[in-house]
């Protein structure tokens, strides 16, 4: 017996330093592709040295004899913190992700090879110019450097990951570039997916004049009738069930409700308490770690310009040089149109068009599959755009048999000049220099906040599609391909863009609200990203005289919900204090205090409050009660609240208090019946997840900022060294945006929003401020990985300054760059 323990010891211990050198053999894998950035690179394809300065935040500062030196720079730092996060954003618009990951990314792969984005980019290199070009060159070249090295080198395939997912990577190219910026239009664009769903919910309704209830439009002026979606293709069976997309960390197709948002707003001087101009800006995305977002500074020809820039995408997207400060917002321009494309029934290689039937542009596409046989793709395109298949947003359920669905998208373009337009704003010196250099910017549609020394403006860029008058749809729902009247006739005059140029009250600002009223087909759009956190910004700006620098900083972290303000006096309105007194523990007692809870509270979307939880929870069950009945299982798709939709309803606007009646029972509900029952079952749901004691309740358990590893997030213990969650404050309407992912059994999740915050004050441009919300390093044994984390979710910043000798004084290392002999 003795003799079997020592030997179950034996073997025991042995395991366990197996398992001890296996860990330490990884690390020490792992850890040869940890950067050096303390030495000199003799590099071929040089020609003048090149300096990176990286301060005590690992900000790179590049300085080089030429421009192009500089984008060699930024190439090869991009290359040596993020390289597999772009690898992967190549591989993904380039439709190559199952080579690496199996059958897991094929519908991905399929979807992306339909779209044909990469194919579009490399035939936008020629079209971009001369400087831009010249970038895009030394660029990939910079980029190419840092893979020659860790060839020669062996540094652990350059990134941890390498490991795990063997493949090779190609040199990076000029059009890999162009293709992650049409890449982030894809991530940016909402107004395809909501077709599909309008189109939807339009067959499911009973009553037409509904829709307007639980997909309105932002406040404004009405607009014509439309036609039900069903007049325009009666074959379509009422109920048609959908087909379900993937659903993978890796999809760039943003869920329903999580397209691009952001923030941005500028004062002039005279609203300034320095007497110079500021600028805020905190671009919205879904949260990854590490951060789609890298901080960099550039020395170029005419100065310094220091900000946020994507690896893989040489320019400064967002951020400021001595003269110029700028800022981007995701403008909701209704970029993106669905035709439905009538086949021949006689040869399904044609179709429909007003001048008769013609051939698909077709060709094949093999799809490489780790492990399995490749697929071939007939890719098909139409004279409105390439041909999508049922399973994107669930199109095949809006499809009528004998049709296929094909997408026009300004991004779509063979002749996209957007970068060149980026670079050249990145170069502007005043504001007039840079709404002049957006002329070129294709999309995806941004407002672009600017602010100089003396003036403030705002301008949406992008091309906007022109649209005739008679348009069936008016492209808010998938239309009749072959007819004239429906198809694009070319572009709208960059002119006609929306423009504010040094407004009299001396404050702008866009929170992804509705921007303009026009009339078709002037509209800009009739979906807005926002109607709530508009509100809450104006009573900020009016609220002050004149604003600093820590003003706009309170308004970026501000976290009171103007939404929970507005729908709670509404929704309680016939239960606050009317209840008798309830036994303990009783469901009644639980209301009432949930109810007392809520009377008290200000709105404030504090992670360490009980109230936002609740209120949270409550307008979910209370939507959900209210168009279940109608909807069925389509109900689903409408993840998130719509505050207009339940103002609407128990304001009964339009008769939509109608909403509240449950069709199938016998008796007339209330829409209080509706608010009692839905605040049981939100208490009912957040006793059986966080417990029964309302008071000990923490909004910040539920709302935790999820910034994942796209691949390694779900490994079994690995998953707690690569994932980055934070206990956060905000909500979906507020302007310290976290935007919940509305599904599952954690719905309030917070999966979407600041990944970068910059403030910028002119009158002492180097006491600007940015943050991004992880770290610079994208090797998760890096201490930069999650250094900055900490600092963004407390609402801290890194100084934004242009001093070199502020960012020498705790450079963590300084890499050069020499001309290898």
């Known amino acids: 017996m003795r003799l079997m323990f020592r030997w179950l010891v034996r073997i025991a211990a042995s395991l366990v330093a197996l398992a001890v050198l296996a860990i330490l053999l990884i690390y020490y894998l792992a850890s040869q592709s940890l950067p050096d950035y303390d030495r000199t690179v003799p590099v071929a394809d040089l020609v003048a040295p090149v300096e990176i300065v990286r301060d005590n935040a690992n900000v790179p500062h590049i300085l080089g004899e030429s421009d192009t030196d500089v984008f060699f720079g930024l190439g090869y730092t991009h290359a040596q913190d993020r390289l597999w996060q772009m690898t992967i954003l190549r591989r993904t618009v380039q439709g190559r992700l199952s080579e690496v990951f199996g059958n897991r990314t094929v519908a991905i792969d399929r979807l992306m090879r339909r779209l044909d984005l990469y194919r579009l980019a490399q ?24 893979l020659g090295e860790i060839n020669e080198r062996a540094l652990g395939r350059g990134a941890p990951e390498m490991f795990l997912f063997n493949a090779p990577i190609a040199p990076w190219q000029p059009a890999d570039s162009l293709a992650l910026v049409k890449l982030m239009g894809l991530q940016l664009s909402g107004q395809m997916a909501n077709e599909v769903l309008r189109a939807r919910t339009a067959l499911m309704l009973d009553d037409p004049a509904r829709l307007a209830d639980i997909m309105p439009d ?37 869920r329903p409700g999580l397209a691009g948002a952001s923030n941005g707003w500028a004062a002039a001087p005279s609203r300034s308490a320095s007497g110079g101009t500021l600028l805020a800006n905190d671009p919205h995305l879904g949260f990854t770690a590490p951060s789609i977002w890298y901080l960099a500074r550039l020395e170029l020809a005419k100065g310094g310009v220091i900000g946020a820039t994507i690896p893989g995408i040489p320019v400064v997207l967002t951020g400021r040089s001595a003269r110029l400060g700028w800022g981007l ?69 809006v499809t009528p048999k004998g049709h296929v669905a094909a997408l026009g998208w300004t991004v779509l373009n063979p002749q996209d000049t957007t970068l060149s337009a980026a670079i050249s704003i990145m170069g502007a010196g005043s504001v007039q220099e840079a709404i002049a250099a957006a002329e070129g910017y294709i999309g995806p549609a941004q407002n672009l906040q600017l602010v100089d020394q003396e003036n403030i403006a705002m301008k949406m860029i992008g ?56 009339p078709f087909p002037d509209h800009i759009s009739f979906l807005w990203g926002d109607t709530q956190r508009i509100n809450r910004w104006n009573r900020l700006m009016q609220a002050r005289q004149v604003h600093t620098r820590d003003s706009f900083i309170e308004a970026q972290l501000d976290p009171v919900s103007f939404t929970a303000r507005t729908l709670l006096p509404l929704i309680g309105a016939d239960l606050w204090f009317t209840g008798e007194a309830a036994p303990e523990g009783t469901p009644e007692r639980r ?21 936002p939880l609740i209120y949270a929870a409550w307008l979910r ?87 994942d590893h796209q691949i390694l997030g779900d490994v079994p213990l690995l998953k707690y060294f690569v994932n980055i969650r934070q206990s956060t404050s905000g909500g979906d309407n507020t302007l310290q945006r976290g935007r919940t992912i509305g599904t599952g059994p954690e ?67 300084v890499t050069q760059l020499v001309p290898a002999e």
Request: glycine share 8%; aromatic share 10%.
């Open 123 to 146: 035939q936008s290199v020629s079209a971009q110019d001369d400087q831009t070009r010249a970038a895009l060159a030394a660029y990939s070249a910079g980029v190419n450097a840092r």
């Open 218 to 254: 932002a406040p404004g002026t009405a607009i014509a009738a439309l036609p039900e979606y069903a007049s325009l293709f009666p074959d379509l069976p009422r109920f048609a069930q959908g087909i379900p997309m993937p659903d993978d960390p890796l999809s760039p197709f943003p």
């Open 329 to 397: 917002t995701s403008a909701y321009l209704d970029d993106q149109d669905l035709f439905i494309e009538k086949l021949n029934p006689d040869n399904a290689e044609e179709y429909l068009t007003p001048e008769g039937y013609k051939r698909f542009k077709s060709r094949p596409s093999i799809v490489e599959i780790k492990g399995e046989k490749p697929i071939t793709l007939t890719l098909r395109w139409t004279e409105n755009g390439p041909v999508l298949p049922g399973s994107l947003y669930n199109l095949a359920s």
């Open 463 to 518: 091309w906007v599609p022109r649209r005739d008058p008679d348009h069936q749809s008016q492209g808010r729902l998938p239309s009749q391909g072959w007819r004239a009247e429906n198809r694009w006739q070319g572009r709208m005059p960059y002119a006609s863009n929306p423009e504010f140029v040094a407004p009299r009250g001396g404050i702008l600002g866009n929170t992804n609200n509705k921007v303009v009223d026009r």
């Open 591 to 611: 209301r009432q205090t949930a109810l007392r809870l809520l009377a008290d509270w200000n709105g404030e979307m504090n992670e360490h409050l009980p109230e």
């Open 621 to 707: 069950a209370l939507q959900d009660r209210l168009i279940r009945d109608d909807l069925g299982p389509l109900a689903d798709a409408f993840t998130h609240v719509e505050p207009l939709f339940i103002e609407r309803v128990f304001r009964d606007i339009d008769g939509a208090s109608a909403w509240c009646n449950v069709r199938q029972s016998a008796r007339t509900e209330t829409c209080t019946d509706m608010a009692r029952l839905a605040l049981d079952d939100a208490l009912v749901w957040i006793g059986e997840r966080y417990g029964t004691a309302l008071e000990s309740l923490r909004w910040g358990d539920a709302h935790q900022a999820m910034q």
């Open 747 to 813: 719905p309030f999740r917070n999966v979407h929003g600041p990944g970068y915050r910059g403030v910028y004050d002119f009158a002492d441009p180097d006491s600007s401020v940015f943050v991004i919300s992880t770290g610079q390093s994208g090797h998760f044994l890096s201490r930069h990985y999650e250094d900055l984390a900490q600092l963004w979710r407390r609402g801290e910043y890194i100084p934004m300054s242009l001093d070199m000798g502020l960012a020498r004084a705790g450079a963590v290392g």
